[in-house]
């Protein structure tokens, strides 16, 4: 159980376009929701905490309207990436709690996003 | 601020010995230590958790403590394997749920 999925599980794309990243909870329903960037061998940094049904809560240093995060349901949450350059660059990793476990995060997989 | 920090360079050992990661932290006082395995390319695997009031906590091969005094916790594999080879990290939970990594250390389980 408590099985997160993300898709892609790898991106590459061009300066300046956008991309989208799609974080699943498939067995729960993940009242929050966070994402995470990790770079080369650096540890994760949390950039946004997400309530399903309410705006995300951004960490210092990370621009919202770079990078999009909805929460439209109980189970799908989504980061988009907006006009990405090099230098966003990077792992992206989601992960999801759940209302009777707020101690507990499962993660996903990962995606990892390479900008040309 | 709040800091976690981690041995920095791998940890080399030989299958059947135990390995010992620490895990120290300042400016703060969790309430939980978490412990988790990151393979290469792949998110983070959740271990184990150990709250304040525990001193101690196992899980099969597995053991960890959680010292207030010293703001230190330790990750114990006993009997490692060549699989246990991975990224270990530590993390703590602020305000709203929020995790804070440690860097992770390395472990390589050598034949």
Known sequence: ?116 | SQKIEQNSEALNIQEGKTATLTCNYTNYSPAYLQWYRQDPGRGPVFLLLIRENEKEKRKERLKVTFDTTLKQSLFHITASQPADSATYLCAFTGGGNKLTFGTGTQLKVEL
């Not at chain 1, 993300?6 to 909870?25: L, N, Y």
């Not at chain 1, 009242?31 to 950039?47: A, D, E, G, V």
């Not at chain 1, 705006?55 to 109980?74: C, M, P, R, W």
């Not at chain 1, 992960?95 to 707020?102: K, L, R, W, Y």
């Open chain 1, 1 to 116: 159980g408590a099985v997160v999925s993300q898709h892609p599980s790898w991106v590459i794309c061009k300066s300046g376009t956008s991309v989208k990243i799609e974080c699943r909870s498939l067995d729960f329903q993940a009242t929050t929701m966070f994402w995470y960037r990790q770079f080369p061998k650096q540890s994760l940094m949390l950039m946004a905490t997400s309530n399903e049904g309410s705006k995300a809560t951004y960490e210092q240093g990370v621009e919202k309207d770079k990078f999009l995060i909805n929460h439209a349901s109980l189970t799908l949450s989504t980061l988009t990436v907006t006009s990405a350059h090099p230098e966003d660059s990077s792992f992206y990793i989601c992960s999801a709690s759940t209302q009777g476990d707020t101690d507990t995060q499962y993660f996903g997989p990962g995606t990892r996003l390479t900008v040309l």
